[in-house]
């Protein structure tokens, strides 16, 4: 097997080798040799076993500490022995570890890990027997500098104890700073070290030692990189004519549906089948090779054994893309994974493109193309959806008909056999009706790339993920501390973060953001907020949504105040949230957003918050918030809470580009997510 655990000692080596401190040791055979070991070393020690099958020595009692004698010694060596073949009787005992016994300090885990999809992460946290209970780490996916590695050591919540907390005497984070990027430098340059916990490293005023150490390697580990894909080109997803093969008249088979989604299409659509003359009102043609015209895009419905022989077809007709809808290729097991293989050597081999197998289609609703077989097509919009889900991208397009919301292009991804996220980002990227981007993700084969690539693309456009995956319900347990307190989604997340692309955890929440984000403002500037409300309750409630997810509500400034205070009536809060009081008319709004524009230097959005009363309509406040937008560069964001007789207000809102939310809790986790993401 080529994955296994190096002994503590050969850590220690190869620690050692890299300026990381680890404490003196030996180890012995036998308890006699373990007395004079301790002996020679000093008192007090610390012995442990060795052994590769026992992973978690404290568990199997194979540690004893403060050994301070030379009987201590050999009669440790001899319980830690009886322990280790008790807890495990198959395991080998390669002997007993004696260490010098460090001082106590304050305890610290740096750890890594080779995730399948990034490569190698590291993690820095609290350490000790309690890591995982505690779980106060942090990671990165590297390579990383010595700038982001200070981030990580001040951004865990234990850090006031490194600078000292409450009388403590300061810890040396300068050595800290530089074990953790000799740390990085030895996982960066052994490509076989594929996960290893230093846990724990105990830091002292002054210096630090390593107290226990565990690395796992593989002979076959391969260093992940970023890989160039050339861009598909753009007029690929624009086809002139399309050929549907395995179109159907019979309503309950997958042609059928995709035929009917596609006679809307402005281009030229063939029907291909081999038992009919026409289908759905259109001549039929028995194979793609009897078109008499040009073929740009294939979409492919026959069953799974007859895709090679159409591919063939295809790639001799000079068609440019085929979207294969078909299942039963690699998802299917060994066989299905040889088919697959085999379709994507034959379009290789004429430069065709593929699409799935495996998927749902493309829509691109701008150019009246609906390859899917979705119940209703969706309205053309700003905001393109790339998902690994085809039954989410039905339910999306089914909701989206229902609340108005239009799409740039819809695409499901399938298997990937060929062309994959990577493909579909740079197609969007490049497309101008495309403002926003959600993504959908269960799993990425190449993270390195996408990194890359959405780094790139977010930077001009907005890109909103959901990544499914985030319990830890049927994982597998961790072999290391490390494993698991950094599992896949931990690392997916940071990836995110490091790319510019927002996570979200709902399918609202990322058109919500998604939508936000792709209107004229974008982004917010800053994280300094005012709350505008005539609700005092709904006052209250958003400064406690604000204080939890991350927005800064600003104490007004003195000038500000001053001239609220003019025109506003003498019992108002005087403070942010502004509550304008239950009887704020239209004037009164206005009056405030004028002041709030004078003083705009000091904030960077604006919430504004209604309900339903009878002193002022929905459609009114809705008019003052658009236009208290067009006098300011900041972003303005309304929530415009209660049911049917604000629908109104929301209409003139999303009309006019503001965003726009009708639940109060909502409103400010979804901002508070876009910050944390911008402001981190």
């Given at each position: 097997?080529?994955?296994?655990?190096?002994?503590?000692?050969?850590?220690?080596?190869?620690?050692?080798?890299?300026?990381?401190?680890?404490?003196?040791?030996?180890?012995?055979?036998?308890?006699?040799?373990?007395?004079?070991?301790?002996?020679?070393?000093?008192?007090?020690?610390?012995?442990?076993?060795?052994?590769?099958?026992?992973?978690?020595?404290?568990?199997?009692?194979?540690?004893?500490?403060?050994?301070?004698?030379?009987?201590?010694?050999?009669?440790?060596?001899?319980?830690?022995?009886?322990?280790?073949?008790?807890?495990?009787?198959?395991?080998?005992?390669?002997?007993?570890?004696?260490?010098?016994?460090?001082?106590?300090?304050?305890?610290?885990?740096?750890?890594?890990?080779?995730?399948?999809?990034?490569?190698?992460?590291?993690?820095?946290?609290?350490?000790?027997?309690?890591?995982?209970?505690?779980?106060?780490?942090?990671?990165?996916?590297?390579?990383?500098?010595?700038?982001?590695?200070?981030?990580?050591?001040?951004?865990?919540?234990?850090?006031?104890?490194?600078?000292?907390?409450?009388?403590?005497?300061?810890?040396?984070?300068?050595?800290?700073?530089?074990?953790?990027?000799?740390?990085?430098?030895?996982?960066?340059?052994?490509?076989?070290?594929?996960?290893?916990?230093?846990?724990?490293?105990?830091?002292?005023?002054?210096?630090?030692?390593?107290?226990?150490?565990?690395?796992?390697?593989?002979?076959?580990?391969?260093?992940?990189?970023?890989?160039?894909?050339?861009?598909?080109?753009?007029?690929?997803?624009?086809?002139?004519?399309?050929?549907?093969?395995?179109?159907?008249?019979?309503?309950?088979?997958?042609?059928?549906?995709?035929?009917?989604?596609?006679?809307?299409?402005?281009?030229?659509?063939?029907?291909?089948?081999?038992?009919?003359?026409?289908?759905?009102?259109?001549?039929?043609?028995?194979s793609v090779a009897a078109i008499p015209n040009p073929v740009d895009m294939a979409v492919i419905t026959v069953p799974a054994n007859h895709v090679p022989a159409v591919i063939?077809?295809?790639?001799?007709?000079?068609?440019?893309?085929?979207?294969?809808?078909?299942?039963?290729?690699?998802?299917?097991?060994?066989?299905?994974?040889?088919?697959?293989?085999?379709?994507?050597?034959?379009?290789?081999?004429?430069?065709?493109?593929?699409?799935?197998?495996?998927?749902?289609?493309?829509?691109?609703?701008?150019?009246?193309?609906?390859?899917?077989?979705?119940?209703?097509?969706?309205?053309?919009?700003?905001?393109?959806?790339?998902?690994?889900?085809?039954?989410?991208?039905?339910?999306?397009?089914?909701?989206?008909?229902?609340?108005?919301?239009?799409?740039?292009?819809?695409?499901?991804?399938?298997?990937?056999?060929?062309?994959?996220?990577?493909?579909?980002?740079?197609?969007?990227?490049?497309?101008?009706?495309?403002?926003?981007?959600?993504?959908?993700?269960?799993?990425?084969?190449?993270?390195?790339?996408?990194?890359?690539?959405?780094?790139?693309?977010?930077?001009?456009?907005?890109?909103?993920?959901?990544?499914?995956?985030?319990?830890?319900?049927?994982?597998?347990?961790?072999?290391?501390?490390?494993?698991?307190?950094?599992?896949?989604?931990?690392?997916?997340?940071?990836?995110?973060?490091?790319?510019?692309?927002?996570?979200?955890?709902?399918?609202?929440?990322?058109?919500?953001?998604?939508?936000?984000?792709?209107?004229?403002?974008?982004?917010?500037?800053?994280?300094?907020?005012?709350?505008?409300?005539?609700?005092?309750?709904?006052?209250?409630?958003?400064?406690?949504?604000?204080?939890?997810?991350?927005?800064?509500?600003?104490?007004?400034?003195?000038?500000?105040?001053?001239?609220?205070?003019?025109?506003?009536?003498?019992?108002?809060?005087?403070?942010?949230?502004?509550?304008?009081?239950?009887?704020?008319?239209?004037?009164?709004?206005?009056?405030?957003?004028?002041?709030?524009?004078?003083?705009?230097?000091?904030?960077?959005?604006?919430?504004?918050?209604?309900?339903?009363?009878?002193?002022?309509?929905?459609?009114?406040?809705?008019?003052?918030?658009?236009?208290?937008?067009?006098?300011?560069?900041?972003?303005?964001?309304?929530?415009?809470?209660?049911?049917?007789?604000?629908?109104?207000?929301?209409?003139?809102?999303?009309?006019?580009?503001?965003?726009?939310?009708?639940?109060?809790?909502?409103?400010?986790?979804?901002?508070?997510?876009?910050?944390?993401?911008?402001?981190?």
């Amino acid at each position: 097997m080529s994955r296994h655990m190096l002994s503590e000692y050969e850590s220690y080596d190869l620690l050692r080798q890299y300026g990381i401190p680890v404490p003196e040791y030996s180890i012995v055979p036998s308890a006699a040799e373990a007395g004079e070991a301790a002996e020679k070393m000093g008192f007090p020690v610390v012995m442990k076993i060795s052994s590769p099958e026992i992973i978690h020595k404290s568990d199997a009692g194979g540690v004893i500490v403060g050994v301070g004698s030379t009987a201590a010694a050999r009669e440790a060596f001899d319980r830690i022995v009886a322990n280790a073949q008790a807890y495990n009787p198959n395991a080998e005992i390669r002997g007993v570890i004696v260490e010098q016994q460090a001082e106590p300090g304050l305890e610290l885990i740096i750890g890594g890990k080779t995730d399948p999809a990034f490569g190698k992460v590291l993690t820095f946290g609290m350490g000790g027997t309690l890591v995982e209970l505690m779980k106060d780490v942090t990671l990165r996916i590297l390579p990383i500098d010595e700038a982001e590695i200070r981030r990580m050591v001040r951004e865990i919540n234990g850090y006031p104890i490194i600078t000292g907390y409450r009388g403590m005497k300061p810890r040396d984070e300068e050595t800290l700073v530089a074990a953790i990027a000799a740390v990085h430098r030895f996982f960066t340059e052994n490509t076989h070290v594929v996960e290893f916990d230093i846990n724990p490293l105990r830091l002292y005023e002054s210096g630090a030692c390593i107290v226990d150490a565990r690395i796992f390697v593989d002979d076959e580990a391969e260093e992940r990189t970023a890989q160039e894909r050339p861009f598909v080109p753009l007029e690929y997803f624009s086809p002139r004519s399309i050929a549907v093969v395995g179109a159907s008249s019979d309503p309950k088979k997958m042609g059928y549906a995709v035929m009917h989604n596609l006679l809307h299409f402005p281009g030229q659509l063939y029907p291909v089948n081999n038992k009919r003359s026409d289908v759905q009102g259109l001549k039929a043609y028995p194979s793609v090779a009897a078109i008499p015209n040009p073929v740009d895009m294939a979409v492919i419905t026959v069953p799974a054994n007859h895709v090679p022989a159409v591919i063939e077809e295809c790639g001799q007709k000079g068609v440019a893309i085929a979207v294969i809808i078909t299942a039963g290729f690699k998802e299917m097991g060994e066989t299905g994974r040889a088919l697959e293989e085999r379709i994507v050597e034959i379009a290789k081999r004429y430069g065709t493109r593929i699409v799935g197998p495996n998927c749902l289609g493309l829509i691109i609703p701008p150019k009246g193309i609906d390859t899917t077989y979705v119940h209703e097509s969706p309205k053309a919009g700003n905001i393109a959806f790339i998902s690994q889900s085809g039954a989410i991208i039905n339910t999306v397009v089914d909701w989206s008909i229902v609340h108005d919301i239009g799409f740039s292009a819809v695409v499901s991804v399938g298997n990937q056999a060929d062309l994959n996220f990577i493909d579909y980002l740079r197609f969007v990227e490049r497309d101008p009706k495309t403002k926003g981007i959600i993504l959908y993700i269960e799993e990425l084969q190449d993270g390195k790339t996408f990194m890359k690539v959405v780094s790139e693309v977010s930077k001009s456009k907005p890109v909103v993920a959901i990544k499914s995956g985030s319990s830890a319900k049927g994982q597998a347990a961790a072999a290391s501390h490390t494993g698991s307190l950094s599992g896949s989604y931990d690392v997916y997340m940071e990836a995110f973060r490091e790319s510019g692309v927002i996570p979200v955890h709902t399918l609202t929440g990322a058109f919500q953001v998604a939508e936000m984000l792709a209107s004229p403002k974008g982004y917010p500037r800053g994280k300094r907020a005012v709350v505008v409300t005539n609700a005092g309750g709904f006052s209250v409630l958003s400064s406690d949504y604000a204080e939890r997810y991350g927005i800064e509500i600003i104490d007004l400034p003195p000038e500000l105040l001053e001239e609220l205070n003019e025109f506003l009536p003498d019992f108002w809060n005087k403070g942010n949230p502004l509550d304008l009081l239950g009887d704020a008319g239209e004037k009164r709004f206005e009056k405030v957003f004028d002041a709030l524009i004078r003083h705009q230097d000091c904030w960077d959005l604006a919430f504004v918050i209604g309900f339903p009363n009878l002193v002022m309509q929905s459609d009114q406040l809705a008019n003052q918030i658009v236009r208290f937008a067009g006098k300011t560069e900041n972003m303005i964001v309304g929530a415009l809470l209660g049911g049917d007789s604000m629908e109104r207000g929301r209409d003139i809102l999303k009309e006019n580009g503001i965003p726009s939310f009708e639940e109060l809790d909502f409103t400010f986790r979804v901002m508070g997510r876009i910050l944390w993401q911008r402001f981190r």
